[in-house]
Nanobody, 121 residues
Framework: VQLQASGGGLVQPGGSLRLSCAAS????????MGWFRQAPGKEREFVAA????????YYADSVKGRFTISRDNAKNAVYLQMNTLKPEDTAVYYC???????????????WGQGTQVTVSS
């Protein structure tokens, strides 16, 4: 599976962004999808995950209530709607594909290249 993340940018605190991840190469609907992020000097961390059908969804506590993960299997895409953004959300955001939705990095076999999100006034 090839993954291409997009939609990052510079946004003020309290603002919103919608990240997209386009998949190609294999049957997208066979895979669970996850979003992770990595801030400078920090380890990559889990943000959100969704199973192949969209019925099982997981969020990191730090983004719960502010971020929403969704997918469109007909379009081979997964999305991350980010609202009420905070400076601490600044990071490179990565999408990933794996056989099961998980909070663990090791559960994902395929990774996109990342998109930068900067939250600053």
């Amino acid at each position: 599976v090839q993954l291409q993340a997009s939609g990052g940018g510079l946004v003020q605190p309290g603002g919103s962004l919608r990240l997209s991840c386009a998949a190609s190469g294999r049957t997208f609907s066979n895979y669970a999808m996850g979003w992770f992020r990595q801030a400078p000097g920090k380890e990559r961390e889990f943000v959100a995950a969704i199973d192949w059908s969209g019925t099982r969804i997981y969020y990191a506590d730090s983004v719960k209530g502010r971020f929403t993960i969704s997918r469109d299997n007909a379009k081979n895409a997964v999305y991350l709607q980010m609202n009420t953004l905070k400076p601490e959300d600044t990071a490179v955001y990565y999408c990933a594909a794996g056989l099961r939705a998980s909070t663990r990095i090791g559960a994902y076999e395929y990774w996109g290249q990342g998109t930068q999100v900067t939250v600053s006034s």
